[in-house]
T-cell receptor, first 115, second 113 residues
Framework: DAEITQSPRHKITETGRQVTLACHQT?????MFWYRQDLGHGLRLIHY???????NKGEVSDGYSVSRSNTEDLPLTLESAASSQTSVYFC??????????????FGPGTRLTVL | GESVGLHLPTLSVQEGDNSIINCAYS??????FIWYKQESGKGPQFIID?????DKRQGQRVTVLLNKTVKHLSLQIAATQPGDSAVYFC????????????FGQGTELSVKP
């Protein structure tokens, strides 16, 4: 079955280290999104992509970057991890062929702790 | 400011009762709305959606109502079960935002046996 996966599921790192979170979808969706979820803030959009080589900043993009070299993957990189980036990160994708192009389907999440 | 908000952060219902979760939105340009369910430790799961040219849509045990006049969205769950306990989010697509969704804070539904 088609799906969206994230790895690792849990990550502990130290302040200042570079961290990359992986997101892989097998639906052949054009659109992919990264969110972070924190208590009191709900889901906030970090970066998103509408296709290969396309990337866009969301509302909380500072300190994060993404690259889209193929349809299936959108890795999220924290250039220099900060304690404020401790959060749960969700990847989502959407595209033609599902109930709606606008419906986003989410991965299981990555819990990141920055010490 | 622009936001998708929820009237109640928590909702407790008895098993078998119907649940109603409400959501207010502020942007009249929004043309698509989604309800998600999130269980502890999992990602949001799609429940049901509705476009702005509709005022009601039904799924299995769930109904979404859209009132564009007052910019209000609700999710009704019939015969609520313990497995329905979760946080429920509404999200809106603001038409010209190219597929980006704006999420509300979430309502935690607790089902008492």
């Amino acid at each position: 079955d088609a799906e969206i996966t994230q790895s690792p599921r849990h990550k502990i790192t130290e302040t200042g280290r570079q961290v990359t979170l992986a997101c892989h979808q097998t639906w052949n969706h054009n659109n992919m999104f990264w969110y972070r979820q924190d208590l009191g803030h709900g889901l906030r959009l970090i970066h998103y992509s509408y296709g290969v080589q396309d990337t866009n900043k969301g509302e909380v993009s500072d300190g994060y970057s993404v690259s889209r070299s193929n349809t299936e993957d959108l890795p999220l990189t924290l250039e220099s991890a900060a304690s404020s980036q401790t959060s749960v990160y969700f990847c989502a994708s959407s595209g033609v062929g599902f109930p709606s192009t606008d419906t986003q389907y989410f991965g299981p999440g990555t819990r990141l702790t920055v010490l | 400011g622009e936001s998708v908000g929820l009237h109640l952060p928590t909702l407790s219902v008895q098993e078998g009762d119907n649940s109603i979760i409400n959501c207010a939105y502020s942007n009249s340009a929004s043309d698509y709305f989604i309800w998600y369910k999130q269980e502890s430790g999992k990602g949001p799961q799609f429940i049901i959606d509705i476009r702005s040219n509709m005022d009601k849509r039904q799924g299995q045990r769930v109904t979404v109502l859209l009132n564009k006049t007052v910019k209000h969205l609700s999710l009704q769950i019939a015969a609520t079960q313990p497995g329905d306990s979760a946080v429920y989010f509404c999200a809106e697509n603001r038409g010209n935002q190219g597929g980006k969704l704006i999420f509300g804070q979430g309502t935690e539904l607790s089902v008492k046996p």
